[in-house]
């Protein structure tokens, strides 16, 4: 029985990340524009102004996520089961609403794609089993966080905050780390980037990163444990360096606008999520420190 669920889980976690990558896509577009309108309200209401009929808060203030219905940004066409297949309805609709044929972005099917294939390469390292369960969670926050601070230089505090807690409490019994680590590393993560921003916005004047970068930092500590925070770090810095300059001069992208830097902690943070440790033991070893 074992080997039977160990041989259809990796199908599993393919069809199930597909899946859970079309709610992202939902969670992507709505969460920010929540934030928004409660944000709206809330300086309406200090202002004195009338802030109009209350935002619905039922389910714990998730219920925009399921209610209304998804529809067609162009011309209001209610989306039906077979319309909202991942990645098939796309192929079948040739990337077009079935009603005005207005072009669907590709960025939908994109997402769902990669949600199913990280869902697919986690349980394939971890086999079927309750770390590979929680390491998809984490996986799936890291890919809405990854699209809403592409869009909007923005890491919502309902997604970095409850990824940490469950990064400490499922360390509580050394799932992926010791709990002493993981709460140094919680700390750490969040402390040592408050201080590079400190420090630039000293030198400089300017603000180089936002207070959402911290918070994901210390999820990774949360989860990892202190001593992957140096390896995050370096990755993600080299990647957006790298990315950054490419942009700058393949691209003509004016330096002075910002890059967000979440995407690539999230992406260093995968990777030491899977390759961490031999990461670190090959940097020692070759280093002459192991």
Known sequence: MASSIAAIAPLGALLLGLVVGSFLNVLILRMPRRMQ???????AELDGNEAGEPLPSRWFGLDYLIWPASTCPSCGHGIRAWENIP??????????????RTAIGLRYPLVEAA??????????????????????????????????????????????????????????????????????GAAAGYLSLWLV????????????????????????????????????????????????????????????????????LAGAGLVALVWGEQLNRTYLQLSGLA
């Open 37 to 43: 309108a409660e944000l709206g309200q809330a300086c």
């Open 87 to 100: 990645i098939l309805s796309y192929l079948l609709l040739k990337g077009r609403c079935s009603q005005c």
């Open 197 to 264: 921003f400190q420090l630039f916005r000293l030198l400089t004047g300017r603000e180089g990163m936002g207070y959402g970068d911290f918070k994901l930092l210390a999820v990774f500590g949360a989860f990892l444990g202190w001593q992957l925070l140096p390896l995050i770090v370096l990755l993600s810095s080299l990647i957006g360096a790298v990315v950054g300059i490419a942009m700058t001069l393949l691209g003509g992208r004016d330096h002075r606008i910002p890059i967000p830097f979440g995407p690539y």
């Open 115 to 184: 949600t199913g294939l990280l869902s697919l390469g986690i349980v394939v390292h971890f086999g079927a089993t309750s770390t590979a369960l929680v390491a998809l969670v984490l996986t799936w926050g890291l890919v809405a966080l990854t699209v809403i601070d592409i869009d909007e230089q923005l890491l919502p505090d309902q997604l970095t905050l409850p990824l940490m807690w469950l990064g400490l409490l499922v360390n509580i019994n050394g799932m992926f780390t010791d709990l002493t680590s993981a709460v140094i």
